[in-house]
């Protein structure tokens, strides 16, 4: 049978000719000038004495310059992650991050000339109309600049982060190039890129998982003093810029970033932590199905059934456009879009990339979603959670760029809730008790990851910053960190860790979003409050759901879910209630277990 959806993207109807197209040249090209124009005009305006028109202009100029930067980014991040041997595109990184640093520059200075503003010429100009939409998002730059360096030392700042904070960062690439992990199989031996290595990790022997558990801890480890330079050097830049600015918390950025309060955090994980009992009873009872007293590391995101049939991708389209089109057809729409118009990378092939990711091209007003699909369930929830990323772009892809800028934090809630939405209708349509079971099995395994062991990571990344503070740490410090994080988390439930795991994820090494883990667990929990929400209110929801959505690039978290939930986040019940919904299949999965 034809294969109805392509399992590679489309990049030549962005630009054609890939990282050598010279159209791409010509747009970054433009992009340059009209940056360097923006910020000499910047250069030579005073603070305290701006022209109010000029400084409407300048509004205008700077969302047109960082959609273009949006569009060159997402662009290059696609070149990269589908073939990490293209060094033409490898060298566009680093023109892009050029060219973001200079950006940086001059929105920089125009934070500053915000802040110099007097209190009543900065009420009249943001009462017009066309500036009103951008309030928030300008009353966050204006304050955030009376918090940092003058804008000439974060210049420099920018400058020299191209090739150091930044080059640091993509030098995690340059590792995994390096993993190549032989494989036999029927009696051929071929060697695995790290992307095809990691769905062995949950393949449905446990004789594949056992050995490629080995493999891939062992391969990790030969890179493990090269992973330790790459993450000391980054932390040491964040540490050492955030004591220039007086900053004391490595926290603050971060918090500050995903538009919530420490005290929302702080209700967060001590609900997180008080409700995990159910989850450890759960991997107690997926050890009991696999004859085990205990899971191994590498067991937990394994499926229950010894032998799983593959899910065709096509038929995995099929089932989230129908699975979305329960609660939005216009979700449905923009998922059928996305396989029509070849906006996802899928193949499963050696050279890509590990992970998967959502990109977001606003002049395109497409997406592209990247990942490796090779039939698993959890590949069909990660497709899923990807097309929930798209759907959240699409939302606010008619909005002034700067009020377009959400959070990491609510980019997550979206993304989980199309995975949640997935799931949930899978689970209605299971017959057998094995379905049902395997289909529990999945959203506990997400319960799993969001609520131990992204806890772990940032057990791990808290005290790494604490410890990092007083000097570099070696391979075998971090990977001591890393397993007590693990330990921690997840109790006693495991009876082996992943020591090198520090090494192995990229989440550690981007150097956009810092703390790039408790933002995931922000999303599952609150998206989890949204399908409640959601399977009470039925229809009528999805449109406030997507004015939520809206929302997310012009109010702090507590606001949206005040306005929208009526719910306070930085009190524990809503986190309370929300771990214990995550949790309840806990009771259902062991009266399966049972039968």
């Given at each position: 049978m034809k294969q109805l959806y392509s399992l590679k993207w489309s990049l030549e109807s962005l630009f054609p000719g890939g990282?050598?197209?010279?159209?791409?040249?010509?747009?970054?090209?433009?992009?340059?000038?009209?940056?360097?124009?923006?910020?000499?005009?910047?250069?030579?305006?005073?603070?305290?004495?701006?022209?109010?028109?000029?400084?409407?202009?300048?509004?205008?100029?700077?969302?047109?310059?960082?959609?273009?930067?949006?569009?060159?980014?997402?662009?290059?991040?696609?070149?990269?992650?589908?073939?990490?041997?293209?060094?033409?595109?490898?060298?566009?990184?680093?023109?892009?991050?050029?060219?973001?640093?200079?950006?940086?520059?001059?929105?920089?200075?125009?934070?500053?000339l915000l802040a110099s503003l007097p209190e009543q010429v900065w009420k009249e100009w943001s009462e017009q109309s066309n500036i009103a939409s951008l309030l928030f998002p300008l009353n966050e730059r204006r304050d955030s600049a009376k918090d940092k360096l003058p804008p000439a030392l974060e210049a420099v700042a920018s400058e020299l982060a191209v090739d150091g904070y930044h080059g640091w960062g993509e030098h995690y690439n340059t590792i995994v190039s390096r993993v190549s992990i032989p494989w036999e199989e029927e009696g051929v031996t071929s060697h695995l890129s790290v992307g095809q290595a990691a769905n062995k990790l949950d393949d449905p022997e446990p004789a594949v998982r056992a050995t490629m558990s080995t493999k891939w801890e062992e391969a990790w480890a030969a890179q493990a003093d090269l992973a330790a330079d790459s993450l000391n050097r980054l932390a040491g830049f964040r540490l050492k810029l955030y004591g220039m600015r007086g900053w004391n918390d490595p926290l603050r950025e971060p918090l500050r970033m995903n538009r919530m309060s420490q005290e929302t955090l702080n209700a967060m994980w001590s609900a997180v932590e008080e409700g995990i009992e159910p989850l450890k009873r759960y991997l107690k009872l997926k050890a009991q199905r696999f004859g085990k007293e205990k899971l191994s590391w590498h067991d937990v995101d394994a499926p229950i059934a010894t032998s799983q049939a593959k899910?065709?991708?096509?038929?995995?389209?099929?089932?989230?456009?129908?699975?979305?089109?329960?609660?939005?057809?216009?979700?449905?729409?923009?998922?059928?879009?996305?396989?029509?118009?070849?906006?996802?990378?899928?193949?499963?092939?050696?050279?890509?990339?590990?992970?998967?990711?959502?990109?977001?091209?606003?002049?395109?007003?497409?997406?592209?979603?990247?990942?490796?699909?090779?039939?698993?369930?959890?590949?069909?929830?990660?497709?899923?959670?990807?097309?929930?990323?798209?759907?959240?772009?699409?939302?606010?892809?008619?909005?002034?760029?700067?009020?377009?800028?959400?959070?990491?934090?609510?980019?997550?809630?979206?993304?989980?809730?199309?995975?949640?939405?997935?799931?949930?209708?899978?689970?209605?349509?299971?017959?057998?008790?094995?379905?049902?079971?395997?289909?529990?099995?999945?959203?506990?395994?997400?319960?799993?990851?969001?609520?131990?062991?992204?806890?772990?990571?940032?057990?791990?990344?808290?005290?790494?910053?604490?410890?990092?503070?007083?000097?570099?740490?070696?391979?075998?410090?971090?990977?001591?960190l890393m397993t007590a994080a693990q330990k921690e988390a997840f109790g006693d439930a495991l009876d082996n860790w992943h020591p090198h795991f520090w090494a192995s994820k990229l989440h550690f090494y981007l150097t956009d979003v810092p703390f790039y883990n408790f933002p995931y667990t922000f999303g599952y929990l609150f998206s989890t409050g949204l399908v409640a929400i959601a399977e009470r209110e039925g229809e009528s929801f999805s449109k406030r759901y997507d004015q939520l959505l809206r929302d997310t690039g012009v109010m702090t978290v507590e606001q949206l879910a005040s306005k929208h939930l009526n719910v306070a986040l930085d009190e524990p019940q809503f986190w309370r209630d929300a771990v214990a919904r995550a949790v309840s299949d806990v009771e259902t999965f062991e009266q399966l277990c049972k039968e």
């Amino acid at each position: 049978m034809k294969q109805l959806y392509s399992l590679k993207w489309s990049l030549e109807s962005l630009f054609p000719g890939g990282s050598s197209s010279p159209q791409f040249e010509s747009f970054v090209k433009e992009t340059e000038a009209l940056t360097a124009l923006l910020l000499k005009e910047l250069q030579g305006a005073e603070e305290g004495s701006v022209d109010t028109k000029q400084l409407t202009q300048w509004t205008e100029q700077l969302q047109d310059i960082v959609s273009k930067q949006r569009e060159a980014d997402s662009f290059v991040s696609c070149l990269t992650s589908q073939d990490m041997s293209d060094k033409r595109a490898v060298a566009w990184t680093e023109r892009i991050q050029t060219l973001s640093a200079r950006i940086k520059q001059a929105m920089d200075m125009y934070d500053a000339l915000l802040a110099s503003l007097p209190e009543q010429v900065w009420k009249e100009w943001s009462e017009q109309s066309n500036i009103a939409s951008l309030l928030f998002p300008l009353n966050e730059r204006r304050d955030s600049a009376k918090d940092k360096l003058p804008p000439a030392l974060e210049a420099v700042a920018s400058e020299l982060a191209v090739d150091g904070y930044h080059g640091w960062g993509e030098h995690y690439n340059t590792i995994v190039s390096r993993v190549s992990i032989p494989w036999e199989e029927e009696g051929v031996t071929s060697h695995l890129s790290v992307g095809q290595a990691a769905n062995k990790l949950d393949d449905p022997e446990p004789a594949v998982r056992a050995t490629m558990s080995t493999k891939w801890e062992e391969a990790w480890a030969a890179q493990a003093d090269l992973a330790a330079d790459s993450l000391n050097r980054l932390a040491g830049f964040r540490l050492k810029l955030y004591g220039m600015r007086g900053w004391n918390d490595p926290l603050r950025e971060p918090l500050r970033m995903n538009r919530m309060s420490q005290e929302t955090l702080n209700a967060m994980w001590s609900a997180v932590e008080e409700g995990i009992e159910p989850l450890k009873r759960y991997l107690k009872l997926k050890a009991q199905r696999f004859g085990k007293e205990k899971l191994s590391w590498h067991d937990v995101d394994a499926p229950i059934a010894t032998s799983q049939a593959k899910i065709p991708y096509d038929e995995a389209a099929g089932l989230i456009i129908d699975a979305f089109q329960q609660f939005s057809a216009d979700m449905a729409e923009l998922a059928k879009t996305a396989f029509e118009k070849h906006w996802i990378e899928a193949e499963d092939r050696p050279g890509k990339r590990p992970g998967g990711f959502c990109t977001s091209l606003p002049l395109s007003r497409q997406s592209r979603i990247f990942m490796t699909y090779s039939g698993t369930p959890g590949n069909v929830s990660t497709l899923a959670h990807e097309l929930g990323h798209a759907y959240h772009g699409a939302l606010v892809e008619d909005l002034p760029p700067l009020a377009q800028d959400y959070a990491m934090n609510v980019a997550e809630t979206a993304s989980t809730f199309a995975e949640a939405i997935v799931n949930d209708a899978l689970l209605r349509r299971a017959e057998s008790k094995e379905e049902k079971l395997a289909l529990l099995d999945e959203r506990l395994q997400r319960a799993v990851a969001f609520c131990m062991n992204i806890r772990a990571r940032f057990l791990f990344e808290t005290r790494f910053y604490e410890r990092r503070a007083a000097g570099m740490l070696e391979a075998t410090e971090l990977s001591e960190l890393m397993t007590a994080a693990q330990k921690e988390a997840f109790g006693d439930a495991l009876d082996n860790w992943h020591p090198h795991f520090w090494a192995s994820k990229l989440h550690f090494y981007l150097t956009d979003v810092p703390f790039y883990n408790f933002p995931y667990t922000f999303g599952y929990l609150f998206s989890t409050g949204l399908v409640a929400i959601a399977e009470r209110e039925g229809e009528s929801f999805s449109k406030r759901y997507d004015q939520l959505l809206r929302d997310t690039g012009v109010m702090t978290v507590e606001q949206l879910a005040s306005k929208h939930l009526n719910v306070a986040l930085d009190e524990p019940q809503f986190w309370r209630d929300a771990v214990a919904r995550a949790v309840s299949d806990v009771e259902t999965f062991e009266q399966l277990c049972k039968e």
